[in-house]
């Protein structure tokens, strides 16, 4: 069974940063795409940033020059660096993962749809 289990969540002000942390089991960070997801009460899930096996990252928009997603494979773990963080980033992260590997044009596109494993989540709260 895959399970993914995130942390460094908390609350920060305006302007601060956070880094969030993944450890995945019974799944390898260096043969797997990865990728953060958050969601806010009343919304839907939103992709947040993505990194695949081959070290390609995809971000959404609004986290551009903000957020870096990276991973430690002989560590196993993901990670997403939060930066200049605003009130809207307020959400609870979740680590995803896929054991395929998504082509180029779908990667980038952060679709929901190829990350089946979900862990249960980090809360962020930025005031």
């Known amino acids: 069974d895959v399970q993914l289990v995130e942390s460094g969540g908390g609350s920060v002000q305006t302007g601060g940063s956070l880094r969030l942390s993944c450890a995945p089991s019974?799944?390898?960070?260096?043969?797997?795409?990865m990728a953060w997801f958050r969601q806010s009460p009343g919304k839907e899930p939103e992709a947040v940033a993505a990194i695949r096996r081959d070290d390609l990252t995809a971000y959404t928009d609004s986290v551009k020059g903000r957020f870096t997603i990276s991973k430690d494979n002989a560590e196993n773990s993901l990670f997403l660096q939060m930066s200049n963080l605003k009130p809207e980033d307020t959400a609870m992260y979740y680590c995803a993962a896929s054991h395929s590997f998504i082509l180029t044009p779908r990667f980038y596109r952060l679709e929901s749809s190829d990350y089946p494993y979900r862990g249960q989540g980090t809360q962020v709260t930025v005031s």
């Open positions: 019974g799944l390898s960070v260096s043969d797997s795409s």
